[in-house]
């Protein structure tokens, strides 16, 4: 092992992909769906069912790696799932991360089934990612009176003796792509959602579980769905349960408390892989809104003097280098993550804090932008003021800046909940 | 391929660095800043660990393969220790490395074994200049080219050892262009001040003013010889080398700033359970990891000759400074009171962290 910064030739050539959908099937259409909310872009969701088909990725989620008959002569390649995900998000999100969130394939809805999941559920409800029409998966966890405290959920799930099933009540709301996930739509495959739910009021996190429910299932409402500041493209459903009735064996992880939160923090592990995707699809937008800059500024005659001493840049070329420095910075933190993920070593830490990096220049790099371009970044004919808007939601969701601190600051600290709440 | 992890050779060079830091460099650090004497056997014994000389092939007089990643791990380390030791261990890497990096096989078998294989000496180099708006691309020394010699002119600032230095890398601008040439401390028309340079920060470190009024250095001594070298590869080495050593003297503070946090009780709590402490700890310590990553990048684009290098490894020393600047600072808030008062470490490395967007050149791995 040494250090290296190469990435793998695999990820180099997705980006490759990628990179021409970004610009093809989604900048074209960026401006029109933030100006149209709620309506559906669905030549992108069935361009990109088709083409996750056909190169055999049904699904965004990260799969386990094969096992293949080992070749003792061939050297084993370590594994780049993760990797691979965080750059193709990024690319996407530079593309229009509005758009990438509806991409079909069961967003953090799969990614709980993958990280959480027995194989058998995986099985059961991984495989209809690679069917026949686009098919959609949600995470519900947040509810009206909990965000971040997500132990304050109410929603309840209580196991029927009689026929062996969850039935399960509550309210959830902001639930990324919780519409196409439960609509019907003709052109969608049947999709679900994964819903958090205490099974132990007393238990506290302790109580909390996770539950499939398919769409379709009675007693599952969507009763709204929000205007939003950004990410317009991308809905987001409030959604009612009333007495929804599960199997027994769709919940994920342990139907027993114990007095440990050995199952929730097993669950809550899942933001170790899915915080540094999304940084990575924040960074994406940043990265677009300072390209344009850059590309702006050059056609005005301006070039940026690296290497001079920072007292003699004019303050465009400092704020451009600066700004470069920040995106960097928080992606090289991300690719961190990601491999530490990939290579199965401890990464709480360093997922958390490229969500807080990213969190900040993300929303400080757009800002900064529109600020830059003067009427150009203000104007709704470019896309910077759109960036703007839709980077903001990287310090809001998947845990905001100020959540992401503390489980930074505890883990510095060697603190849990008791010490620094 | 990513990775993150260091080679079993770094891992062991980081790990003797480290014991070298704390069990030796950190007792004596701060009486040193106070005298303003730098300790000739803590150097000598900091060089013998061999960071230099382990970046050095066989043929030159070291025993390993150059390489600015392994380079930037060891300051990293040092840099934690005190920064003036570091950048007094460092000194004759400021003679050697642009020689190695862009000199002549025949400068390098001439100069570098000298240093290499002998107890540490000071050689050192010379690239800043004492005005506001010095700028390396543009030096006012200059090299004239007059028969067989290069005639130097020009006066240098906080030079390492500049006083009884054996030889100094110069650099000047020969007709318009940063280049690079080996001055050795007897020549004739070379003066150092009298007194060091008083500085914020670094006290123990012995630095001077250099003069040269037509220094006659023979054609030879160009580094790179009659083609020159390529200055911008070694600034970036340097950059990358300064953000490596900010790295450093920000964890020193932020890892203070933590166990005082941990100790100090305010309000019936440690104060480190407040969230105005503890969230100025998580960003500290995320902006300390973020700085490091961007340096270890450009050192390992710099080793596999990476055409954005140069580009990255001043965003790497950039952003470090800003990065140092911000932790330190707060390693001293954090200790309120005591953070501003001498007994304590911290407005140390404050004062120190302040440096490197001066510190042009003064450093290079």
């Known amino acids: 092992m040494a250090i290296e910064f190469e990435a793998p030739k695999p990820i180099v050539q997705q980006q490759y992909v990628i990179k021409t959908v970004a610009e093809n099937m989604m900048r074209p259409v960026s401006r029109y769906y933030d100006e149209h909310e709620h309506e559906i872009p669905w030549d992108y969701i069935e361009f990109m069912h088709t083409a996750m088909k056909a190169s055999g990725a ?3 989620a990260p799969k386990e790696d094969k096992k293949k008959e080992a070749d003792p002569n061939k050297p084993k390649r370590p594994p780049i799932g993760y990797q691979m995900l965080a750059h193709m998000l990024e690319m996407l999100a530079w593309g229009d991360v509005g758009m990438y969130l509806i991409t079909p394939g069961g967003g953090l809805g799969a990614a709980a089934v993958e990280a959480a999941g027995t194989p058998e559920q995986k099985k059961k409800f991984l495989a209809r990612f690679a069917g026949e029409k686009p098919t959609f998966a949600a995470m519900c966890m947040t509810e009206p009176q909990a965000g971040s405290d997500t132990s304050a959920i109410r929603a309840r799930a209580v196991l029927d003796e009689e026929t062996n099933e969850w039935v399960i009540n509550g309210e959830k709301i902001f639930v990324t792509a919780g519409d196409k996930s439960l609509t019907e739509y003709e052109q969608t495959g049947r999709g679900f959602i994964v819903v958090w739910a205490t099974i132990d009021p007393e238990a506290g996190k302790a109580g909390m579980r996770a539950f499939v429910v398919e769409a379709g299932t009675p007693g599952v409402k969507i009763t709204k769905l929000e205007h939003k500041l950004g990410i317009r493209v991308s809905d987001t459903a409030a959604i009612s349960l009333q007495d929804v009735r599960v199997p027994f064996e769709n919940i994920l992880g342990s139907p027993t408390v114990e007095r440990s939160t050995k199952g929730f923090k097993g669950a809550m592990s899942t933001f170790n892989a899915t915080r540094p995707l999304v940084a990575a699809t924040g960074i994406g937008v940043a990265r677009a809104a300072l390209e344009f800059l850059k590309e702006k500024a050059a056609e005005q005659g301006v070039e940026i003097r690296y290497g001079l001493p920072r ?3 004019t303050n465009l070329e400092r704020e451009i280098i600066d700004m470069e ?11 961190k993550a990601v491999w530490a993920a990939d290579n199965r070593q401890p990464n709480a830490l360093v997922a958390s804090m490229s969500k807080v990096k990213a969190g900040d220049v993300v929303t400080k790099i757009t800002q900064r932008v529109v600020e830059l371009l003067g009427p150009l970044g203000y104007s709704r004919e470019f896309l910077a ?33 008791k010490e620094l709440s | 391929m990513y990775s993150f992890l260091p080679t079993e050779e770094q891992q062991m060079l980081i ?3 480290r014991r070298f830091a704390e069990s030796d460099v950190r007792p004596v650090a701060r009486d040193m800043e106070e005298a303003a004497e730098m300790s000739a056997d803590l150097v000598e014994k900091g060089w013998e660990l061999g960071v230099l000389q382990a970046s050095i092939p066989e043929d030159f007089g070291g025993f390993g393969d150059y390489s600015a990643m392994t380079g930037v791990l060891a300051a990293e380390e040092l840099g934690w220790g005190d920064l003036a030791t570091a950048m007094a261990v460092m000194t004759p890497n400021l003679f050697v490395l642009p020689i190695y990096l862009g000199g002549t096989e025949e400068q390098k078998a001439k100069f570098i074994p000298e240093v290499i294989e002998a107890e540490w000496r000071p050689f050192t180099g010379a690239l800043l200049e004492y005005r506001m708006n010095f700028n390396p691309f543009e030096l006012q020394t200059t090299a004239v080219r007059e028969g067989d010699a290069y005639v130097l002119n020009g006066e240098k600032a906080f030079v390492p050892y500049g006083k009884g230095a054996e030889a100094l890398v110069v650099y000047a601008a020969l007709d318009g262009e940063t280049q690079a040439f080996i001055v050795p401390g007897d020549a004739e028309g070379l003066s150092v001040g009298e007194e060091r340079e008083k500085l914020m920060g670094i006290n123990a470190l012995p630095m001077y003013r250099v003069r040269l009024e037509n220094v006659r250095v023979p054609l030879e001594n160009r580094i790179g010889g009659e083609e020159g070298f390529d200055f911008k590869t070694a600034l970036a080495h340097s950059y990358v080398g300064l953000a490596a050593l900010a790295v450093g003297v920000a964890r020193a503070s932020f890892e203070y700033a933590t166990e005082y946090a941990k100790q100090r009780e305010a309000f019936g709590v440690k104060i480190a359970q407040k969230q105005a402490i503890a969230f100025m700890l998580a960003e500290m310590n995320t902006e300390i990891e973020a700085s490091r990553l961007l340096a270890w990048e450009a050192a390992w684009m710099l080793d596999a000759g990476k055409e954005e290098a140069f580009k990255q490894a001043y965003l790497a020393f950039t952003g470090a400074m800003d990065m140092v600047m911000m932790v330190t600072d707060r390693g001293v808030q954090i200790l309120g009171g005591y953070g501003y008062i001498r007994e304590y470490p911290a407005e140390m490395w404050m004062r120190n962290g302040r440096g490197f967007a001066t510190f042009s050149g003064m450093a290079i791995v």
């Open chain 1, 58 to 60: 049904g699904s965004l």
């Open chain 1, 311 to 313: 007292n003699q840049l």
């Open chain 1, 325 to 335: 420095i920040m995106l960097r910075s928080a992606w090289l933190m991300v690719i």
């Open chain 1, 385 to 417: 003021e759109k960036w703007f808007r839709d980077a903001k939601i990287t310090d809001i969701y998947e845990g905001t800046g100020q959540i992401n601190r503390l489980v930074v600051a505890r883990q510095i600290l060697g603190y849990g909940r």
């Open chain 2, 15 to 17: 790990d003797a660095v």
